[in-house]
């Protein structure tokens, strides 16, 4: 059930200090984690909290091994409520993620034609490039988010007789249709959407679902985007700006998302939880420390976090970086 590391799983380092001060708190994950898989509390308790002495981050060890956080992800945990609840806020109340004013700062200082995200469609800032591509009253987009579904539903026919089938594929052409024509309106506006996805146990896929409709593929249909595999990623191919909103710490192969993300595009922006404690549902957390050692490895960047007029509720910190000096010009110009 626990997998023991002798390495640091973002910079691969072996300097691994245990933390002296070691605590362990409960909370709602811990707790349905534990129920689910009936563990008891003296097995949470092996995982200590250590530092690596290159990167900075800290790291749980042991943690959860691979067939464990598949049932977490997957199963215990298959819908990410917070991905979700964005979509859903949107949709009802038009109400935007909250990552203070960084979509604004993005917009005005760049000229962003594409744009990327990482793993997760709704923790980011798609739906604001969404929201400001359509100039249409809430009506239309509680319309296009039911089409989406009803489209994607109308898809899933396993127990229905050869007539219904049909049936049920014209109908699902009609939604499609009415997705398309929606779409097409301001079609000179719109910057071209990808979402890279590595699949990893290590984060939400298989099972975030919403009215059995899952993210990626809702997401795909609503904002017009193309899911790019990173094991299939075209470098010719330049991307303006990289999100990663909270999902560096959701994979098991953080420095190769980042890296790529980088060279890639000319800014990546990392939004991430800066957790001193590291609950047990996380396997690392990064810290400020951990800029400067992007910084040592040319990895230049400007941490945001006090500059987006966020008021924040836990502990995070938001941050953009580049291979190039020139292209955080204008954002360091800010601090
Ligand atoms: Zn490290």
């Given at each position: 059930m626990l997998k023991t590391y002798?390495?640091?799983?973002?910079?691969?380092?072996?300097k691994l200090i245990k933390i002296q001060k070691q605590k362990f708190r409960k909370n709602f994950y811990i707790e349905t984690i534990m129920l689910d898989l009936n563990l008891s509390e003296k097995i949470l308790r092996k995982m200590k909290v250590y530092k690596c002495k290159n990167c900075k981050i800290l790291q749980n060890n042991p943690w959860f091994d691979d067939h464990t956080l598949r049932k977490i992800y997957a199963?215990?945990?298959?819908?990410?409520n917070r991905g979700w609840s964005n979509m859903l806020n949107f949709i009802k109340n038009k109400k935007l993620p909250d990552h203070g004013n960084v979509y604004n700062l993005l917009i005005k200082n760049y000229k962003i034609r594409s744009y990327a995200e990482f793993n997760n469609p709704f923790t980011g800032l798609f739906l604001n490039f969404f929201n400001n591509e359509f100039s249409h009253k809430q009506k239309f987009f509680k319309n296009y988010f039911k089409n989406n579904i009803n489209y994607l539903t109308s898809r899933?026919?396993?127990?229905?007789?050869t007539l219904l089938k049909k049936k049920a594929a014209l109908k699902g052409k009609h939604f499609l249709d009415s997705i398309i024509k929606f779409r097409d309106?301001?079609?000179?506006?719109i910057c071209k959407k990808f979402l890279f996805v590595d699949?990893?146990?290590?984060?939400?896929?298989?099972?975030?679902?919403?009215k059995s409709v899952n993210s990626k593929s809702l997401a795909s249909e609503f904002f017009d985007l193309n899911i790019v595999d990173i094991n299939s990623v075209n470098y010719k191919k330049k991307i303006d700006i990289f999100g990663i909103f909270h999902t560096l710490d959701h994979t098991f192969e953080p420095k190769r998302i980042l890296d790529l993300a980088l060279k890639i595009s000319k800014i990546v922006v990392v939004y991430a939880h800066v957790d001193?404690?590291?609950?047990?549902?996380?396997?690392f957390s990064i810290t400020p420390g951990f800029l400067d050692y992007l910084k040592k490895n040319k990895i230049y960047n400007v941490n945001l976090t006090k500059k987006i007029q966020k008021k924040f509720k836990s502990p995070e910190l938001y941050f953009a970086c580049s291979k190039k000096k020139l292209y955080l010009k204008k954002l360091s110009k800010l601090i």
């Open positions: 002798s390495h640091c799983i973002y910079c691969n380092s072996k199963n215990i945990y298959g819908q990410h899933q026919v396993v127990e229905k007789s309106i301001k079609k000179r506006k699949n990893s146990s290590l984060t939400w896929g298989q099972n975030d679902n919403f001193d404690n590291l609950n047990k549902q996380h396997l």
